[in-house]
């Protein structure tokens, strides 16, 4: 006599299966979240970065008092990092008003936000559109955002002709 094996059902072996499926898409979906949340954590930025945070903040508060001359020393500061800024910063040091200055700091400013999103004690801010105040001819169109770390906003593209013009948009 021949010995017979035991036969799992059909339903039995579906059942077992679709166990299986849920279970991995149980996993998958939890390391999905997982990255998720540790993607949404702002990244330590670098003794560098920092540095350079801190000194545009410098020439930012400068260019928000209608300093001129505060503002290009203070860009001074901001050549001693690479590439691109080296450039802008010596611009903004040459600069021979505060509209050129602006455009430097534009630039500048490009940088300091991706630098800036994200962190907590940075605050981006930009222009609103449309403008609360009804300002004719605004220039604020031609420049963009900015960083600061006070939540008060201080416009360097506006000086101290509209200071507070603005809007954090963290």
Known sequence: ???RTPRISASKANLR????????????????FAVAIVSSQPRRL??????????YEQVRAALARDDLE?????????AARAGNVQKFAADL??????????QAFKA????????????????????TM?????????????????????????NPYMG?????CGRLSR
């Open 1 to 3: 006599m021949a010995k």
């Open 17 to 32: 299966k679709i166990s299986w499926l849920v279970i991995g898409l149980a996993a998958l979906a939890a390391l999905v």
């Open 46 to 55: 670098t003794e560098e970065e920092t540095t350079f945070l801190h000194r």
């Open 70 to 78: 505060g503002a290009k020393v203070a860009s001074a500061n901001l």
């Open 93 to 102: 040091a040459g600069s021979d008003s505060l509209n050129s200055a602006r």
């Open 108 to 127: 500048i400013s490009h940088m300091a936000v991706e630098l800036a999103r994200k962190q907590p004690q940075y605050y981006v801010v930009e222009c």
């Open 130 to 154: 449309p403008c609360p105040e009804k300002c004719l001819k605004c220039p604020m169109g031609q420049f963009g955002r900015w960083v600061q770390v006070s939540p008060e906003v201080s």
């Open 160 to 164: 101290l002709e509209k200071p507070h």
